[in-house]
Nanobody, 125 residues
Framework: QVQLVESGGGLVQAGGSLRLSCAVS????????MGWFRQAPGKEREFVAA????????DYADSVKGRFTFSRANDRNTVYLVMNSLKPEDTAVYYC??????????????????WGQGTQVTVSS
């Protein structure tokens, strides 16, 4: 059984930074394409960032491009999302996701097999 556990969310002022982590257990992270999604109250879950299983390819939503960085440490079975220059509109629950069968990057929730429980990010103005 594969499990994903996010951490690192919290409350930050606009312009601040946070680093989210997602620890993968049950299988080594190097076998996964990974993604980050977010969901704000009353809105659908939206794509934030994706990384290929090797880490060689990453892609980002236009709304976070240049501010967020997605990386992976396969030796620690962990992926990270560094979020800089945070804005109030970044407020949401952030979820990491994993896919076992594709190289990635992947952009749609239906493409992922496993999900974490989510971590709240709140950006105050």
């Amino acid at each position: 059984q594969v499990q994903l556990v996010e951490s690192g969310g919290g409350l930050v002022q606009a312009g601040g930074s946070l680093r989210l982590s997602c620890a993968v257990s049950g299988r080594t992270a190097r076998s996964y394409a990974m993604g980050w999604f977010r969901q704000a109250p009353g809105k659908e879950r939206e794509f934030v960032a994706a990384i290929s299983w090797t880490g060689a390819s990453t892609d980002y939503a236009d709304s976070v491009k240049g501010r967020f960085t997605f990386s992976r440490a396969n030796d620690r079975n962990t992926v990270y999302l560094v979020m800089n220059s945070l804005k109030p509109e970044d407020t949401a629950v952030y979820y990491c996701a994993a896919d076992l069968t594709h190289l990635g990057p992947l952009y749609f929730p239906d493409e992922y097999d496993y999900w974490g429980q989510g971590t709240q990010v709140t950006v105050s103005s």
